[in-house]
């Protein structure tokens, strides 16, 4: 019972060898031979495939700036402009690592179809009520937000 759950707390729970900036999380080790069977694991479980670093970084975020864990009833918003990437996304996935099903079947904001002002910022609306061309509905209950950035500069990496 002990290996039982020290195995599910290093695969569900603990996110070893993981870069933080703010709420979001990464590994850069993902989808790489230095990775170890923990993180493999919890790829698999979460995630199912992973490109390395050099064509894919993924940021994961479960809770807001100040920790607290996403929930659908709240509004988040994410702002900024294009990160340093060919291709990038943001999309919501429910507890059970899916899609949330929505009646707007929205389920991501990426590069080409986000919505900017006429300075090049744009602002991603995540929960709650209706919103606009940048809104992602969750429904109620708890989420998580995935940022993939396809093929990242060198910045990023």
Partial sequence: MLGIAATWLMVFRIARGA???????????????QSDAYHRASVAVHGLFALNASETIYYTAATDNDGHALEGDC???????????????????????????NPAHRYSVSKTTVARDAKGDFVVQVGGDSGGDNWIP????????????????????
């Fill in 138 to 157: 969750v429904g109620g209950g708890r989420f998580s937000l995935s940022l993939r950035l396809y093929n990242p500069g060198p910045g990023v990496v």
């Fill in 19 to 33: 870069i933080t900036d703010g709420p979001w999380k990464t590994n850069l080790t993902t989808g790489s031979a």
């Fill in 75 to 101: 509004r988040y918003e994410i702002s900024g402009r294009d990160p340093d990437a060919r291709w990038w996304s943001i999309t919501a996935y429910g507890r059970d690592d899916f899609l949330i099903p």
